[in-house]
């Protein structure tokens, strides 16, 4: 059969935000394909050095709409290091509880898009609603379900008392059990296993190669998850365990992004037990002395990776994001080869897309 | 005369079809709804939705058939109607003949053959996409579902579906002895209406719309409808091909039961669109080939020893 190309975006069924990729195709056989991004770039970086520190804040939890929280907390950490301002626990163990909550809806609600590509809609629409679960103790505790506000430099902006707790702890029971329940189906039902395995495997040196990292990286054996690696109080007081697969294909990331949710409850339960008492927030100067400072976090998708330079004012003089998703998404024309066309939707949501993130 | 218009037109043939496949669809959607969690349509929903796409603007891209993709759907809508026509419903049929079997399997397979040209004639790449799709579809499931239905005609000794049927009343319901033929019936059924889990000529996230990418307003409409009548007539004909079980004299009752058993096997479908992953096209013709083939085969040589 001859060669063709099709498109898959600017605008498809298959992609929730704009990114174009080209795919050669003979017959149902997939020959190769290019990429490429930028359809949703907003110049936040350069946007930042246009306002001070607090407005930053507010502008850096626009860069994505899922891990909207790792963003701020991973700029308001880069701000309190310069200006050498001891943040207070109980802020840090509340920050940690929010990126928890985090990486659990951002988690469920790629399951549920692997889910909908294979076609199997009905653990997309459960998936979804479970997420809500999560969604729910965000909105009950900062306010906001997706765009939280919660960071503040030098603290956050909302406190937890009593009457949280039951609610908190009812939800994040149901979702335990939600959960074990969808792993239980993940790794039985035949058809989803012949969907995701054995498809588009990537090795270990391919992911280093690229420096991918988070759950992709560790679906490939990877050992690397910035929680344990570099630690940011509190996760140096935290126990919890590093998933990681040998396959590299998209079941495994599945597999891994399903075990991490547990990790995350287990993570949410700790932080709700050890919750140090105190004051939530410290006042912070208004001008940030000069200087520069790298901060590493793990978002849901993998290493957030967040350079701020100061010249004394109270506007940054430059803020570098880079964001997990970009080393991801350039996996992908090296994926899209010697597969099918059928293979293309568990492909692209093999690596978790979030074009919002990688274009900034 | 009139008593031929009435059959063509109002029951059981065009209107009572029409409504059928409309509530059929409704009651798909709902029951998928209510295993996913969801709240469902209305049951207006399906009737809004034609009514709504017949008032849409009409369009198809330069350089696609006006007349052939006028005609394509119309043809899979007259061929299920006409299928329909023959089907027994609750043991009524106004027109029988031998061999009548033979030519609703025929005119149930027009739709997929017009699905396949509806896509190739097309310029859109996914159109072409779906259409080839839909033509190897078509040889992993079609082999397992003549010779699945085959199976109770050879053991009731008769091509015409009332012979089947009567002949049902007294050796007993084909699903008794057949259970393996029904289930490959219903897979065969699944794979001919392109529903989930075997919707790959038209999966959303690869082939966007399949064939029926490029087509808009009636012209969808009419394929909307023509797929909805032919996952009716497909029900109505495994219903009295295995679900026959005695001879019921009162009407009412017999519509009663035909009914329920309508429902089950909606049921059944439902519950296989919600429960299982679409498959690639290897996958199915591996399953086709490899599976469902050889185990149609063994169920007949299982009927052909029975009758002996």
Redesign the interface.
């Known amino acids: 059969m001859s060669k063709i190309s099709i498109p898959i975006g600017p605008q498809h069924p298959l992609l929730k935000e704009p990114l174009s990729m080209k795919i050669d195709i003979s017959g149902e056989k997939v020959l190769g394909g290019s990429l490429r991004l930028g359809y949703v770039h907003r110049g936040i970086e350069r946007l930042a050095q246009k306002r001070n520190y607090v407005q930053t804040i507010h502008l850096v939890e626009r860069v994505c709409g899922i891990c909207s929280h790792i963003h701020t907390t991973t700029f308001c950490q880069a701000v309190e290091s310069l200006l050498k301002l001891e943040v207070p626990p109980r802020a840090q163990y509340l920050r940690a509880l929010m990126c928890e909550l985090e990486r659990i809806h951002s988690h469920l609600l790629w399951l549920g898009i692997l889910a909908k590509h294979v076609g199997l809609d009905t653990i997309f629409m459960h998936t979804w609603h479970d997420r809500e679960l999560a969604l729910d103790v965000m909105e009950e505790i900062t306010g906001g379900r997706v765009l939280h506000g919660a960071n503040q430099i030098g603290g956050v902006r909302f406190d937890l008392d009593e009457s949280h707790f039951p609610m908190i702890y009812a939800n994040l029971e149901k979702l335990r059990s939600q959960i074990s329940g969808l792993l239980d189906i993940l790794e039985n039902e035949p058809a989803l296993i012949a969907r995701t395995k054995g498809v588009a495997p990537v090795s270990q040196k391919t992911i280093r190669q690229y420096g991918v990292a988070g759950p992709v990286a560790r679906a490939s054996g990877v050992d690397v998850d910035m929680r344990r690696d570099n630690p940011l109080p509190p996760y140096d007081q935290l126990k919890f365990s590093v998933v990681t697969m040998p396959d590299g294909d998209a079941w495994a990331r599945t597999i891994v992004r399903a075990e991490e949710i547990r990790e995350s409850l287990n993570l949410c339960e700790m932080i709700l037990e050890d919750l140090p008492d105190g004051e939530v927030s410290k006042r912070a100067p208004r001008n940030v002395p000069e200087g520069e400072v790298i901060i590493r976090s793990e978002a849901p998708r993998g290493e957030l990776f967040y350079y701020l330079r100061s010249d004394g004012t109270d506007q940054p003089a430059r803020l570098k994001i880079r964001t997990p998703t970009l080393a991801a998404l350039c996996l992908l024309p090296v994926q899209m080869s010697d597969i099918q066309v059928a293979d293309i939707p568990v492909v692209l949501a093999g690596v978790d897309l979030c074009v919002a993130c990688a274009d900034r | 005369m009139f008593e031929a218009l009435f059959y063509l037109l109002i029951f059981p043939g065009g209107f009572f079809l029409v409504l059928v496949g409309l509530g059929f669809e409704w009651l798909d959607r709902k029951l998928?709804a209510l295993?996913?969690?969801?709240v469902g349509p209305p049951w207006y929903q399906p009737l809004a939705d034609l009514i709504k796409l017949f008032s849409k603007e009409d369009l198809l891209p330069k350089g696609g058939n006006e007349l052939v993709a006028t005609l394509l759907p119309l043809i899979s809508l007259c061929a299920v109607l006409v299928a329909g026509l023959y089907v027994p419903i609750a043991g009524f049929t106004p027109y029988s003949f031998e061999g009548d079997l033979i030519v609703i399997l025929f005119l149930m397979s027009v739709p997929t053959l017009a699905y396949y040209l509806a896509g190739i004639i097309s310029i859109g790449?996914?159109s072409?996409?779906g259409g080839?799709?839909s033509l190897l579809q078509y040889f992993s499931y079609e082999v397992p579902f003549l010779i699945a239905l085959s199976g109770p005609a050879v053991l009731a000794r008769s091509w015409s579906i009332e012979g089947i049927l009567t002949a049902q009343f007294t050796l007993g319901s084909f699903v008794l002895f057949q259970p393996l033929g029904f289930i490959l019936a219903l897979v065969g059924l699944i794979g001919k209406l392109k529903r989930?889990?075997l919707?790959?000529p038209s999966?959303?996230?690869?082939?966007?719309g399949g064939s029926l990418t490029e087509f808009s307003g009636g012209k969808l409409g009419f394929w909307h409808l023509a797929m909805n009548i032919q996952a009716v007539v497909g029900i109505f004909l495994i219903i009295n091909l295995f679900l026959g079980w005695t001879k019921l004299a009162n009407p009412f009752v017999a519509i009663l039961v035909f009914f329920l058993e309508f429902l089950v096997i909606v049921g059944m479908l439902s519950s296989a669109s919600?429960?299982?992953?679409?498959?690639?096209?290897?996958?199915l013709a591996g399953l086709g080939w490899r599976i469902l083939v050889p185990l149609s085969l063994a169920q007949i040589l299982f009927v052909i020893l029975m009758g002996v």
């Open positions: 998928l295993f996913q969690r969801r790449i996914y072409i996409l080839g799709r989930d889990p919707d790959i999966a959303k996230s690869e082939v966007v919600a429960i299982f992953a679409r498959l690639r096209i290897d996958q």
